[in-house]
Nanobody, 125 residues
Framework: QVQLVESGGGLVQAGGSLRLSCAAN????????MGWFRRAPGKEREFVAA????????VYADSVKGRVTISKDDPNNTVYLQMNSLKFEDTAVYYC??????????????????WGQGTQVTVSS
């Protein structure tokens, strides 16, 4: 029902900034919670940030809090992840995810039903 396409990844030096975009195709997502997860080499998928259906609530992992901002642009069916002060340990494939409105915690993988293909973020030290 919801198709997600991430973009904006690339190579950036430590301390730099990057903005990831996630575009939903074929359906508006104003009624969905949106999340960003990442998978670093040799590690399991890790929660990064989420925003609820209305945009009134945002949740961040401790590892990125203060450096990352998630936002939504509902008229354009797009969610963003602004990342600043990037660290080498931020290197990972970043995935956009969408899930229905529910009482599930935002950091749970099972709270999301749709996933993008991922975009690579590489931070050089």
């Amino acid at each position: 029902q919801v198709q997600l396409v991430e973009s904006g990844g690339g190579l950036v030096q430590a301390g730099g900034s990057l903005r990831l975009s996630c575009a939903a195709n074929g359906r508006t997502f104003s009624n969905y919670r949106m999340g960003w997860f990442r998978r670093a080499p040799g590690k399991e998928r890790e929660f990064v940030a989420a925003i609820n259906w209305s945009g009134s609530t945002t949740v961040y992992a401790d590892s990125v809090k203060g450096r990352v901002t998630i936002s939504k642009d509902d008229p354009n069916n797009t969610v963003y992840l602004q990342m600043n002060s990037l660290k080498f340990e931020d290197t990972a494939v970043y995935y956009c995810a969408a899930g229905p409105r529910s009482s599930l915690s935002y950091n749970l993988v099972r709270a999301y039903n749709y996933w993008g293909q991922g975009t690579q973020v590489t931070v050089s030290s």
